[in-house]
């Protein structure tokens, strides 16, 4: 960490930055890794608004990114950057963060109103899985994957697990392969 002299303690990561540079010149991987050790450090050391900052660095970078695991990650650190930035009332980084939010949202839309969860689900149902099957998989209750796929039958009309499972492939929600 680099602290500035007065007339106030800024403190800047030296990942953080690092991170950005790795990511101007093409290497995600580098960056990611730099974001990664900045998010612990600053965190660890409780330097709040670097963190805040970092939140918002780490998940531009992440835009590079479309599988699921950095979806993922994606969604937690706009979730806790944005918490981040109301606490401390840092309204800048606040609406930054929430402008990319909506652009992932428009991006992220799904079909016939299908939440993020109800895809992932209707995901396990093309792999023909079970509904506990599910529920180990995604680590929620039967109970809360029948909810769901009572749900996602009634939103996109369909009956039965084999035709979720064909609207899955015919809107691109899974794969052909995916269905074995």
């Given at each position: 960490?680099?602290?500035a002299?007065?007339p ?6 030296k ?5 950005l ?6 290497k995600l ?11 612990e450090?600053?965190?660890n050391l409780g330097?709040r608004?670097e963190?805040?900052?970092?939140h918002?660095?780490y998940?531009e970078?992440l835009?590079?990114?479309d599988?699921a ?10 979730e806790?950057?944005l918490?981040?930035?109301?606490e ?15 652009r992932?949202?428009?991006i992220?839309?799904h079909p016939d ?8 689900i ?6 023909e ?11 929620i209750?039967?109970k809360t994957v ?5 749900n ?8 039965n697990?084999?035709?979720?499972a064909?609207?899955a ?12």
């Open positions: 960490l680099i602290q002299p007065a106030g303690p800024i403190v800047l990561s990942d953080r930055i690092l991170g540079l790795a990511k101007t010149i093409g991987d580098e960056s990611e890794a730099h974001f990664a050790q900045a998010l450090v600053c965190g330097c608004p963190l805040a900052w970092t918002r660095d998940v970078l835009l590079a990114f599988d695991e950095h979806v993922k990650r994606r969604t937690s650190l706009i806790n950057g918490a981040l930035a109301q401390m009332g840092m309204r800048p980084l606040e609406d930054k963060l929430l402008e990319i939010q909506g992932l949202d428009k992220t839309a109103g299908l939440t993020e969860r109800e895809v992932e209707l995901r396990e149902i093309a792999k899985k079970t509904n506990k099957e599910i529920a180990d998989t995604l680590s209750s039967v029948h909810t769901h796929t009572f996602i039958y009634g939103k996109i009309g369909c009956g697990r084999t035709e979720a064909a609207y492939i015919s809107h691109g929600l899974a794969k052909e392969e995916d269905e074995l």
